[in-house]
Each structure stands twice: as structure tokens, then as C-alpha cells.
């Protein structure tokens, strides 16, 4: 009798039996010969056995691969739908608040007119502090109506159909500084543009993008003796990433992400006039290309506002 040993364990054994008890009795050799007659068939069954288990493994696997991928497909359809949900619903909200904006202009405009009748035709009347309240509601309607037009222009920039084409940024960034020393005559602000990279866009929008960041770099650089704008570009896998550096005011960075969305201001209006929307109007245009912003500042001492732009077009 021999052992079926496979990794050290016994799994059976190999019994020869004598039928005939005159026949002669196992020598040494024949133990041998039985050992490795048992030796093999226990590989035999071992590889049997990893044969099954590998094919049950394969079993699971292509189970659990096909489970994967229709989960992938659900998922996927799930994603388009939501995403067609939330496209639609944004879409509906745009035109809410752009009719909103556009019906609340009507009633403002008549405010205003009256206001003024009332302040020419019966000053008399109205006694220094009668006009000197109507003046601040006249002034709070003025503000209102430039709230309204900034939300309208806001809006305009998701409804516009982006016109996609390889955008010269080294002319159109000239352009635009060129246009704003024009506006600063009493001023010697300092331009260093940089080599930029052509980008596919929509050339008007683009444009609105460059006089937003460089307006805000002329405007916050106003009270700065030597007023310096960077203007850089550096190609990334895929992307152009442009930069616009100013030695002016800055800000505190905790803000940063905050001053693209609409309204958000971290200057007063009497030292730094706007109402800020200059900058959501900037992140929108970009998103709408398929690119992103980013903002870095320190108070006092300027700040960088930067935007990405896809080298192939992927607008929305
Ligand atoms: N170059 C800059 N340096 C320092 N702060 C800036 C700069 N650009 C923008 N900011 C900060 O971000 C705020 C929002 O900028 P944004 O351009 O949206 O509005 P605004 O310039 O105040 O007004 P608007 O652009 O509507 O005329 C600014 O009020 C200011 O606090
Ligand atoms: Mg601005």
C-alpha cells in the first residue's frame, strides 16, 4: 500500500493486492513502481481538480464581467438622462430669469419717469430733504436698472449660439489692451503680453472673456504708481491655459472661488466702481468652451485670474 500524497496531504491511497497466494511476494522494485504509478495518478487528479476549479472561476468571472457591464450600461443611460433633465432645466430657468429680468425693466422705467416728473415739475413743493430722498430713490432705480441690464447680458451669453473657429489671441488680446489704454488717456499702464496660442472659439465671446480680465486688471491697478498686466500663455496636454497678472489691489484668497458668480464683490463700489458680473460672465464663456477658471490673490499685492480652453473644441 503507497500513499497519494499531493502538498502534503494525503488524498488516498494505492492498494496492490497478491490474487493468487502462491504468486510471489512485492519486492523493493515494485513498491517503487507502485509509488510512482500512485505519484502520477495523484498529479492526474490534482490537475483534474485545478482544471474544474479554474473553469468555475472562469464561470464567476464572466458572470460577474457581464454583471459589470450591463450595470455600466444602466448607468450610462441613467447619466444621459439626468443630464438631459438638468440641461433642460436649466434651460427653463435661463428663460425665467431672463423674461424676469426683461419684464422687471418696465415698471423701473416708470418709477424712474415719475420720479423725475415729480422732481422737475414740484420741486417747489418738495421742500431739501423731499428731494433729497427722491434723488436716492431715483439713484437706487438707476442702480436696479444697471443690475437688470448686467443680469440680461449675463444671460445673453448662455442663450448665444457659440460660433466655433481658430481664434487669433495674440491680435485680439492686442486689440483689447489697445482699446483700454484708449479709455485710460490719463494713465501709463504697462502691457507685457507673451506669445498666446491660437484657440478654437467663438471670437465675440473670447473677446467679452479678454476685456473682462484686463478691464479688471486696468481697474485694479488704479491706484498702483507703476501699473503692470501680464498676460501669458502656456500649453498643457490638450489645453491652453492663459493668465492675466496685475500688480494691483488683489484680494484675500479665501474668496477666490466665490467672485465668479454674479454679484459677488470683495471691493467697495466707491473705491472700485462695478456690480459684479463681469466675472461670471467670464466663467460661463469659458465653461460653454469646455474649459475652466481659477483665481489667486493676496491684498495688496494683485492678483492672477486664469482660464483653460480645450485645443480641440468641445463646446457646449
Ligand atoms: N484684477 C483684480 N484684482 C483684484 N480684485 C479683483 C480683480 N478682478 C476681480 N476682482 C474682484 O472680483 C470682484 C468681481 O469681479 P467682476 O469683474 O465680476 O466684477 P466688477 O469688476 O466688480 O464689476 P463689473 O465687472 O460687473 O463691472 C471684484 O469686485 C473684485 O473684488
Ligand atoms: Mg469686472
Not at 55 to 69: C, G, M, S, Y
Not at 274 to 300: D, E, F, K, N, Y
Amino acid at each position: 500500500m503507497v500513499p497519494m500524497r499531493a502538498q502534503d496531504r494525503v488524498i488516498g491511497v494505492l492498494s496492490l493486492t497478491r490474487f493468487r497466494s502462491s504468486a510471489p511476494s512485492f519486492t523493493e522494485d515494485d513498491l517503487v513502481l507502485a509509488q510512482e504509478l500512485a505519484d502520477r495518478a495523484t498529479l492526474a487528479i490534482s490537475n483534474a481538480r485545478l482544471m474544474t476549479q479554474v473553469q468555475a472561476e472562469l464561470v464567476d468571472r464572466r458572470k460577474a464581467e457581464a454583471e459589470v457591464r450591463a450595470l455600466n450600461e444602466t448607468l450610462e443611460g441613467r447619466v444621459l438622462d439626468r443630464t438631459a433633465a438638468l440641461e433642460a432645466a436649466n434651460r427653463e430657468l435661463e428663460a425665467f430669469s431672463y423674461s424676469v429680468s426683461h419684464d422687471l425693466r418696465q415698471p423701473l422705467r416708470a418709477i424712474d419717469g415719475w420720479g423725475k416728473v415729480l422732481l422737475e415739475e414740484n420741486a417747489s413743493q418738495l421742500g431739501a430733504e423731499g428731494k433729497f430722498l427722491l434723488g436716492r430713490v431715483l439713484a437706487n432705480s438707476n442702480r436696479m436698472g444697471v443690475l437688470i441690464d448686467d443680469l440680461l447680458a449675463f444671460s445673453r451669453v448662455a442663450r448665444k449660439e457659440l460660433e466655433r473657429r481658430t481664434v487669433n489671441m495674440d491680435r485680439l488680446v492686442h486689440s483689447v489692451c489697445e482699446e483700454l489704454r484708449t479709455g485710460e488717456p490719463g494713465r501709463e499702464i504697462a502691457f507685457d503680453v507673451g506669445s498666446l496660442c491660437d484657440a478654437p472659439g467663438d471670437q465675440a465671446l473670447l473677446r467679452q472673456v479678454w476685456a473682462n480680465l484686463l478691464g479688471n486688471a486696468v481697474k485694479f491697478t488704479r491706484h498702483v504708481d507703476r501699473p503692470l498686466i501680464e498676460v501669458r500663455c502656456e500649453r498643457a496636454t490638450g489645453s491652453c491655459r492663459f493668465t492675466v497678472r496685475d500688480n494691483g489691489a488683489g484680494f484675500d484668497p479665501t474668496y477666490g472661488d466665490k467672485l465668479f458668480q454674479p454679484f459677488q464683490r470683495l471691493h467697495q463700489s466707491s473705491v472700485f466702481e462695478g456690480t459684479g458680473i463681469g466675472l461670471a460672465i467670464v466663467a460661463r464663456i469659458v465653461q460653454r468652451h469646455g474649459g475652466s477658471v481659477w483665481a489667486a490673490g493676496v491684498p495688496g499685492a494683485g492678483a492672477t485670474f486664469g482660464f483653460s480652453l480645450p485645443e480641440a473644441a468641445e463646446a457646449t
